[in-house]
């Protein structure tokens, strides 16, 4: 019971057992973390973790906490966070289940907090038992002398007619050779697009057709006109993935139809 | 490197130009796997014997014949993953003082979570905390996944598509483990249900510290 | 390294607490001497071999039994100066080798370089720069001599009598030309879209202008 306690009755502990109390609180640096912790402070239950009294953990924890407190040590944050959990979880267990309370219940959240230190405790073993065994380089080894695979690197390289003559066209031509630069004058690009309609969304709550939105002076000339067209088609389905725009067609090639989504909000 | 050879099965017909060459007789392959994984120091898989040693030739069962000439001999054929290599047997490690090499001395949380990954893997790095119960630094996973023993694995198919850790070939090399099947105790520990991402009911404040 | 070992002869009267413990089987020796000539990085010389191992053996008993049992193996026990080591049999030196093939791009400058030369040949070095207009890399010149595309022709009789350069059967053959005369001019370069910048379409009407 309680009288097992850490910190409490002092008088009925033996020097060993003090100082490895005092040990706990002078080391707090030493853990990692409250789960690990509270690993230490079950050890001395002395009993299978399965079997460990989850209550009685938490009484030890907080009586650690309150001591460290009384030392003026300061804990880090998350060791006073499961502090009050803890502390809210021994009430819980103390309490009778309350079944109108949601939530799992006290011993839903003890049994876990159990399995966690056998988890954690498992792992421990297994990384014992894991740097435990025979080891490269220690126990046994590999080949001293490596006399791995020479590799014999042939390297090929490769260039047909059509690069040579080319290359041959690229030199000749220097003179008048002026960078392929797209011709922008024609070209509307989906940004502008984008950034027009965005602009224009707001007024119109009917169907419209698309080609409406194309810009002044874009309508008559069949380049610009087409490179209009594609952009604010872009533009719209862009429009319509964001959710402000719904389109239609009513038949193939019939005119597409824009009718904006804002006003619906 | 080419596939030329391993796309070929070693029982599978084989072009004209091919058949005019038999297999090697089995105790020459058997030389041949025995001079390969004793030149070199990294384990070599059955892929990469069967495309160095001439066609239809059939590693996996030189090896299988080499690994019981070598049963108790001062030098020990071992499976690593799916490769193979030799290795002394860790009874006469004394003898090697000279060859010791220095390992950079882990720390515990760096033991801890390499356990954790070897145990649990593909494990994220929020499970690992989880289980550990503290946030896992930056500089503990960089250390392992430099010394390569620790390898990125797939994404978990979670929200945030998280990344995993699982170990490696060299990981199972160094520690002289056929396979991560083969990590000691793992059968127990998953009948125990301890190898289990068990979540939370509820919240708890354990292994948040990471999220 | 001690001396005290090697300073009794294996054979000799030994102190009391030496008497205390036999020395291993000579099977057991051997595996012993197995496992070191494995995994040292070096020969081992016998001196070595018995400072390592338990007092009384007999490492050159033990070398000359595990130089039997390896003969025809894989890997044989050789004898380098006073020292041994152990290595792979000499005829399966052709499994130690991997022959990489990379295909590579020829660069820019190099194709430039290539055209010029099989266009103006004989053309000398400060030629190909006034053509290309910027000074011509040794390595770029070096790599076309390397994979035989180009020669060196005859000296120029100009003052400084400076190499030309000549493109080889070799490169004819690889671009499948009977001669250099056959490369196409460039009025056919200009038919056929090549020196407009445009991509050039999927087939080209190369060799229609043949002559």
């Known amino acids: ?265 | 490197m080419t596939d030329i050879h391993s796309a070929t099965p070693p029982g599978a017909q084989q072009s004209d130009s091919d058949s005019l060459f038999d297999a090697p007789p089995m105790a020459e392959q058997e030389r041949m796997v025995e001079a390969v994984l004793f030149a070199s120091s990294t384990p070599v898989t059955l892929r990469d014997l069967e495309s160095r040693m001439p066609h239809g030739c059939n590693p996996g069962e030189a090896v299988e014949h080499l690994r019981k000439r070598y049963e108790g001999r001062g030098v020990r054929v071992v499976r690593v993953g799916d490769a193979w290599a030799m290795r002394t047997a860790p009874d006469l490690g004394f003898l090697m003082q000279k060859e010791i090499v220095e390992t950079r001395k882990l720390s515990r949380a760096a033991i801890e979570t390499l356990a954790i990954i070897a145990y649990h893997q593909p494990v994220t790095r929020t499970e690992i905390e989880e289980i550990r119960g503290v946030s896992v630094s930056r500089g503990t996973v960089d250390q392992l996944l430099e010394m390569e023993w620790v390898r990125i694995g797939r994404r978990r198919m979670t929200p945030g598509r998280p990344v995993t850790f699982v170990v490696t070939p060299v990981f199972l090399d160094h520690f002289g483990l056929e396979s991560a099947r083969d990590l000691p105790g793992l059968k127990e520990l998953r009948a125990a249900g301890l190898l289990e991402n068990r979540p939370p009911p509820g919240s708890l404040p354990l292994g948040q510290g990471g999220g």
Do not use: C
């Not at chain 1, 020097?15 to 707090?28: G, H, K, S, T």
């Not at chain 1, 789960?35 to 402070?41: A, G, H, K």
């Not at chain 1, 399965?50 to 309150?66: D, H, K």
């Not at chain 1, 220097?174 to 027009?196: G, Q, Y």
């Open chain 1, 1 to 265: 019971m309680s009288e097992q306690n850490l910190f409490h009755e002092v008088t009925s502990q033996s020097v060993e057992e003090r100082l490895a109390a005092e040990a706990l609180i002078v080391d707090v640096d030493g853990f990692e973390g409250p789960l690990d912790l509270l690993l230490s402070l079950s050890r001395t239950q002395k009993v299978d973790l399965r079997r460990i009294s989850v209550l009685e953990l938490a009484r030890q924890y907080l009586t650690f906490v309150e001591h460290a407190k009384e030392l003026r040590i300061e804990l880090a944050a998350d060791y006073l966070v499961m502090a009050a959990w803890l502390a809210y979880l021994k009430s819980r267990l103390l309490l009778p289940p309350d079944p109108s309370e949601e939530g799992p219940s006290g011993a839903e959240l003890a049994a876990h907090l159990a399995f966690q230190l056998e988890r954690l405790q498992a792992m421990r073993d297994a990384a014992a038992r894991l740097m435990g065994r025979d080891q490269m380089g220690r126990n046994f080894f590999a080949r001293g002398q490596n006399e791995d695979i020479q590799r014999i690197r042939t390297v090929t390289y490769s260039a047909n007619l059509l690069d040579l003559m080319q290359g041959y066209a690229r030199i000749r031509t220097k003179d008048d050779f002026r960078p392929f630069v797209m011709d922008r004058d024609s070209v509307f690009t989906m940004e502008e697009a984008l950034e027009r309609m965005r602009a224009l969304l707001g007024f119109t709550g009917d169907w419209t057709d698309m080609l409406s939105y194309l810009p002044d002076g874009w309508h008559k000339d069949p380049v610009k006109r087409r490179s209009a067209t594609a952009a604010t088609f872009a533009a719209s389905l862009q429009l319509v993935k964001e959710g402000r725009l719904e389109i239609r067609q009513n038949e193939d090639f019939a005119p597409i139809q824009l009718r904006s989504l804002d006003g619906d909000r």
